[in-house]
């Protein structure tokens, strides 16, 4: 039963740079929700997809940008890259809103982004 | 303002000894609650969650967490830490049962936990 995954593990970027990274639910998951994790700190929630919509958004720029494809996997966009977006980008995924049950989330490892 | 507020950053124990992880929540309603375990490049492990009924509830590895409602509190304990156990630990409130907000989890900012041998 493969967990969650995300690819690349590891990226470096330039100042006002794009990036994007890439996240595969949970088997069974249809909800992928991204979290920023700075150094030293508690994950913070960016943004939660479901049914190819973003649902739910937490404090972050419109310069983070996401999206959801049929098969539930999901990508996390952020562009004009500043020092302050290198950290620990999470995904996470659960089972829908609809279920009303907090199914719990589903941790990836993460894609680890810095930004020179 | 929803909040989770871990006060210790760091914490030692010695192998064997028993170990207690505080954790106080600021929430509107009595929230979901959680703590997850991340070990160095790693991503988040649940241990354990609370949502309704017994008080005290048991979780991988031989962790348990009471939950007191009075004091808006979520501990984290182990009867006997093992080397294994060195990590960062979380502690999270989500909403509450029934709310269409799942998967906005708030998380502290950790604590972390070394184990002497």
């Known amino acids: 039963d493969a967990g969650v995954t995300q690819s690349p593990t590891h990226l470096i970027k330039t100042r006002g740079q794009q990036v994007t990274l890439r996240c595969s639910p949970k088997?069974?998951?249809?909800?992928v929700s991204w979290y920023q994790q700075a150094l030293g700190q508690g994950p913070q929630f960016i943004f939660q997809?479901?049914?190819?919509?973003?649902?739910q958004r937490g404090n972050f720029p419109d310069r983070f940008s996401g999206h959801q494809f049929p098969n539930y996997s999901s990508e996390l966009n952020v562009n004009a890259l500043l020092l302050g977006d290198s950290a620990l980008y999470l995904c996470?995924?659960?089972?829908?809103?609809?279920?009303?049950?907090?199914?719990?989330?589903?941790f990836g490892n993460g894609t680890r982004l810095t930004v020179t | 303002a929803q909040s989770v507020t871990q006060p210790d950053i760091h914490i030692t124990v010695s192998e064997g000894a028993s170990l207690e992880l505080r954790c106080n929540y600021s929430?509107?309603?009595?929230?979901?609650l959680f703590w997850y375990v991340q070990s160095p490049g790693q991503g988040l492990q649940l241990l354990l969650k609370?949502?309704?009924?017994?008080?005290l509830v048991q979780g991988i590895k031989g962790f348990e967490a009471e939950f007191k409602r009075s004091q808006s509190s979520f501990n984290l304990r182990k009867p006997s830490v093992h080397w294994s156990d060195a990590a960062e630990y979380f502690c999270?409130?989500?909403?509450?049962?029934?709310?269409?907000?799942?998967?906005?989890?708030?998380f502290g900012q950790g604590t972390t936990l070394q184990v002497k041998p």
């Open positions: 999270a409130v989500g909403p509450p049962h029934g709310s269409s907000n799942t998967g906005k989890l708030i």
């Open positions: 996470a995924s659960s089972t829908g809103p609809k279920e009303r049950n907090n199914s719990p989330l589903h």
């Open positions: 609370y949502f309704s009924g017994d008080t």
């Open positions: 088997s069974g998951h249809d909800t």
């Open positions: 929430y509107g309603a009595t929230p979901y």
């Open positions: 997809y479901y049914e190819e919509e973003e649902r």
